[in-house]
Structures are given as C-alpha cells and as structure tokens.
C-alpha cells in the first residue's frame, strides 16, 4: 500500500509540476487576448465605428464619443419587441447627463419606411438621437441577426455586451449602464 | 456560429436551448448511471431540480443585488423573463448551497451523490462546449496553423472545438473509471474532477478572451490548478481504502475439505 501511495504521490506531483510549467509559458508567450483594439461587433472588441445621419440631419461618428458610455440599439418600425422597449430606452435618456452617457437609437431604414419611422418617433416621443441606416451598412457592419439588437460600450469603445433580441428591461439596461458609468474617470 | 434563431418576431437563444438540452440529457445519463448503482434515482433528479431553481433564483436576485439603484423604482423586474438579468457567479454559489443542504436533509451519502452526478456533468460540459459553439463565446486565439478557423475577423484556433473535445475526454475518462468496479466511492467524480481541471489548464491557453492578471497570468487556469491540486491529494487519500491485490493464502485453507 505504500508503495502504491508513494506511486501516486509521485504522479500527482508530476502532473502538478507540468501543469505549473504549462502556466508559465502561457504567461511569457501566449498573451493572446483581443484587447478591444480590433474592430468586430462582439463582447470584448472594439465598437466598428459608423458615420450616421439622423431625421434632423445632424450626423454622429460613433468614434467621437470616446470617453462616454455609448449605449446602441438597432430597431424598426415594425418589430415589436422594438417597440415594446422603446419607452425604457426614452426613461433611460434621461437619467444620465449626455457628458456620461450617449443614447443611439439605429433604425434598420433599408427595411423601414421613413413616414413610418417619423410617426413612431411622434408617438414614443423620442428625444434621443434617432439613426438612420438607410443603405443597411451599420447593420450589415454589426452583423445584426435579429431586431431589436442592442450594444453596451464602455469608454475606450470597447463592446462589453451584446443583446440579440428583446424586449429589455430598463434596470436590465440601468444595471448595465452603471456598471460602464462606474469605470468612468 | 448560430447564437439565435428567429422564428417572425420570437428570437430563440440557441445557447440557452442547447444548455436546456445538455442539464436533460445530462440529468438522464445520471439517473441511468444512478439505478444500476442501486442509488435512489429519484433523489438525484430533485437534488439537480433544487440546485436549478436556486441557482436561477440566486443569479436573479444577485444581478439585482449588484445594482441595487438600477432596481429601486421597479422593484417588479426582478420578476422579468429577459435572460440576461443573471449572475452566473451568484447563481453558482446559491444552487450549490441549496443542494448541498438538499443533500444534508435527505442525509444522502458524499460521494456515492457526488458520483451520480459524475456522468451527467460529463454530458453536460459536452454540451458547455456546444453552446460556446454556437454563441462564439470562450474564442480562440489568433493562430497560423493549418487547422485554424476564420472567425472575428482573425484565423483563430477553433478553441471551442478543442472545449467539446476535452470534455469528450474527460467524459471518456469517467466512461473507463465506471468499468472498474473496485473503486471506491469517489474516485469517479474526482477522476473526471481533475480530467476536467487538467483540460482547463490545458486548453486556456488557446483562448482569445481570457481574463487576464498582470504578468500574462490567467485567473481561470490558476483555479484550475489549485482545484486539480486538492482533488490529486483526495483522491490520493481515497485510493487508500482500495484493497491491495493479495495472492491466494493457503493457511486459510480448511484443513478438513482441504487435499
């Protein structure tokens, strides 16, 4: 019996040693983590930036928002999961100061009509910017599978959560923002 | 990468589905395993039912704790179906507490649950890997070689490939265990314990998105070796109460029917 436990103590320790050997060398040449520097619409990546125009035609280069927490949402018209948390997203633009916060709402417009687009505007009453992808360029960039789509991007611009699908909640949205308006400077 | 399916406006989380399948066909190798080990099945399915429930209602009530002011005027969402409204770390810990005090009630024996359970979280990990899969979650690292997959704008290891195979062989690991019979209890969950813990460490390195220490230290591959650790040293210290191969004693012979 002794002999069978010096065994395992010999293999355990062996294991053990390896698998600290292993560690090591992850450390010193593996560092292969994406680091939010390149651009792809996923958790942990860089926000792809976009030039969009709104109804008003003022224009919004996502990459000049850096140092505020952006909160993005895809939608149309005729989704209604869309339009079931659109008054959350409304609530939600007023509970930070826009120096903190950038609220974007970005209408799939190649799969919308913009008379429709202006009325669900008139009847949410919507005063945060209202996006318009008119060629579909945003959402074919985002790689949007599902409306509504939403994305939490801290500071740096990097994607810290994705939502496919809906509708959400506002102290889901709340939770999340705090978490990113926490980290600011 | 398959992270939703949308049925008109329905967007079905195929991860969460994949999951749901995994705990049920992780739940019936178990029960399977269970009843040919004369272990009451019944209590395995409510012990996992209870370790469920809890843990959903604990990841729930730990998103909310975590941000309190985000909850205070409505206080009626925590009851809200969104899925995203959830602490996995939370929902560990309380689902893992419920059914460690489901088990302290019931008085069911440590390990002979703990290896119940073992086949079923073999499946379940397999299915872990699946998800992954399908959401793109746990990616891989940037990488040159021959076998490397076009994913995230990059060439990355197909690290969620390499998850479902480790689980594949851990699970394959607790399959050879299970056919000897002279184990004691234990030692299958704590086998496909460090199988499982050995393939974390391993296949960690591979990942993309790990979450990382300063020095390049990864958090996850450290837990994994302290937890391989412990579980090297009990099983160490279960494989005692193995009985040592004896070669046929003839002074036990009885002298009357002997030659």
Redesign the interface.
Known sequence: MNSYRRKWNWISAGILLLSAVWIGLTAAFAPATTGGDTPFPRVGFSAPDFDLSGLDGSTVKLSNYRGRVVFLNFWASWCPPCRAEMPAIQKLSSVYPPEQVAIFSINATNQDNLEDVQAFIVEYGLTFPVLLDIDGSVNRKYQIQALPSSFFIDAKGEIRKVVIGGPLTEAMMRAEIAQLVEELP | ML??I?IG?L?L?TPFLILIVGVWLGLTTSERYARHQAYDANHLSDLVLVGLVAGLLGARLS??A??P???SG?LL??L?P?P??LDPLGGLVVGILAAVIYAQRKQLPLWQTLDALTPGLAVFFIALGVANLAS?EA?G??TNLPWGINL???TRHPAQIYEILGATASAVVVYRLQLAKHWPAGVFFLGWTASTA?MR??L???R???L?WP????PA??GA?LI??VV??I??KR??A?P?PTAPDTATIDPQVGP
């Not at chain 2, 020095?215 to 990864?218: H, S, T």
């Open positions: 992270p939703v949308q406006p967007v989380q998103y909310a975590l941000q002011a985000a909850f409505n969402s925590i809200s969104t995203t409204m793109g990616f690292a940037t995230w704008g990059e050995l460490v391993f960690e390195t591979f993309g998105g790990s990382m020095g390049g230290l990864r591959q450290i070796w391989l650790a090297l040293i099983l160490g494989w005692q193995v040592a």
